[in-house]
């Protein structure tokens, strides 16, 4: 009964801290959205400024939308943990009551016997009806100790009502903090709604303007491939110029292990040198058939024998794979650790268009190629290396703005749509480094499009980026 008892308490116990875990994980939550909803109405006042209705505009909408369900989910968890939480203190109230009431039973028996020995005589009777001195004795303890048992039982009643009254207090308290809940519920279901008008608005005028809308994808799509070629270029010019590195690194190792392999003969004097010719050609007069044994012995020696280390051949080089240094080899590594913690280029926004082919967000039946993120921002933010590197490209796209290439070993990380620059190439920057600042559109929408490259090939930046 006892380890029962510490079964049910080691529950209990573990229950609540999971409950109390999961309550400041929520508050936690619902902090986060309250500061991304008011970062996101800051973005979408400064995109409203020029145009009432963008691109731009709908994704900060799509974006609060999405926001405000996750406010809303957050709070319909929260009440439910409430609603659980009183009932639970109900059931305990119930547990307290039903003590109580057998408590109560209990002293009204005391309180009844206690009647029946009360005057002297009773008492005196009591004792001297003992069948022997053992029984007087414990009869003795018994009315010392009567009185003091119904006092602790009284005592027992009062704590046991006190504590049922606590826990109704606590219902009560748990119940109107259910009710602020539900309140506040409602209030964020009526702001969800009005971000669903606003979107529906925004579209019904964008639609009006499709023809504008693939004009403007058009050229959009015709700066993407600038700049996809300009990156490609990048990564195949450093690509090469590590190639011309290696192959020169395994030019001047091969002629190396030539000369150390090389024998070295004695030094021996012009006629000590004639005299030992004449020697071994007398030796081939004298002995052909020994001459002949020694050649076929060397040549099955020689088929025995390894290639000597300085005859292997070094693994082939090819043609698209970037060949590092010891430097460039740690720098590379390291970035690569920083898969799913690296810090975002910007200091705040949101992701308003993924990697990849997907639909676009508006125009039905077209498809748009993302080699990388955009992360729409406020006009004018800083923009920051999200690694140590050196630069290898700045240039400027139309219709894309500022571009920074720098590279991290193998590894490249591309940032455009910049207002400016405050780098040059050849530069070599610091995590966090500011390399400049997000330009706005025609539309006031201020977003930077990020890629990230390991050798030729292109990498979901989300899934790099700390979330």
Do not use: C
């Amino acid at each position: 009964m006892k380890y029962l008892f510490l079964l049910f308490a080691f529950l209990f116990t573990s229950s609540s801290f999971a409950q109390a875990d999961k309550k400041a994980a929520l508050e936690q939550q619902k902090k986060d959205n309250l500061s991304k909803i008011k970062e996101l109405n800051s973005i979408i006042s400064r995109t409203s400024k020029k145009k009432k209705a963008s691109i731009g505009k709908l994704n900060v909408l799509k974006e609060q939308i999405g926001v405000q369900k996750k406010q809303i989910s957050v709070l319909e968890q929260n009440q439910q943990i409430l609603a659980e939480e009183a009932q639970k203190l109900r059931n305990e109230g119930d547990v307290l009551k039903a003590k109580l009431e057998r408590l109560k039973k209990q002293y009204a028996l005391m309180i009844y016997e206690a009647q029946k020995t009360s005057s002297v005589y009773n008492k005196m009777s009591f004792l001297l009806l003992s069948n022997d001195l053992g029984e007087f004795v414990r009869r003795f303890d018994y009315l010392r100790h009567y009185s003091t048992n119904r006092k602790k039982q009284a005592d027992l009643i009062f704590k046991t009502r006190q504590d049922l009254m606590t826990k109704e207090q606590k219902v009560v308290f748990k119940k109107q903090e259910e009710q602020k809940v539900i309140v506040e519920k409602e209030g964020e279901k009526k702001k969800l709604e009005v971000l669903k008008t606003k979107e529906d608005q925004v579209v019904t005028v964008l639609t009006q303007q499709e023809k504008k809308l693939k004009i403007e994808l058009e050229k959009k799509k015709l700066s993407v491939r600038k700049l996809d070629n300009l990156i490609a270029g990048i990564v195949q010019r450093e690509i090469q110029k590590s190639i011309e590195r290696e192959r020169k690194l395994r030019q001047a190792r091969q002629v190396k292990k030539v000369e150390v392999a090389k024998p070295t003969l004695p030094e021996l004097k012009k006629g000590e040198t004639t005299k030992i010719l004449a020697e071994k050609q007398v030796e081939k007069k004298e002995s052909p058939k020994e001459e002949k044994k020694a050649a076929v012995a060397e040549a099955k020696k020689s088929k025995a024998e390894p290639a000597p280390a300085a005859a292997v051949e070094e693994k082939k080089i090819e043609s698209n794979t970037y060949y590092m240094n010891a430097d460039e080899a740690k720098l590379a590594s390291s970035f690569a650790a920083l898969r799913g913690r690296m810090p975002f280029p910007v200091p705040s926004g949101f992701i308003s268009d993924h990697f990849g082919v997907h639909k676009h967000p508006l125009l039905k039946g077209v498809m748009i190629n993302n080699n990388g993120i955009d992360i729409q921002t406020s006009p004018g933010s800083p923009v920051h290396s999200v690694y140590d590197g050196v630069v290898q490209s700045v240039v400027n796209i139309p219709g894309i703005n500022m571009v920074v290439a720098i590279q991290h070993g193998d590894y490249f990380t591309v940032y455009s749509k910049l207002a400016n620059v405050s780098v040059s190439v050849g530069t070599r920057v610091r995590t966090g480094q500011r390399i400049g600042s997000v330009a706005s559109d025609e539309d006031g929408t201020a977003e930077i499009n990020f890629q990230v490259w390991k050798n030729t090939v292109r990498q979901n930046p989300e899934s790099w980026l700390r979330r």
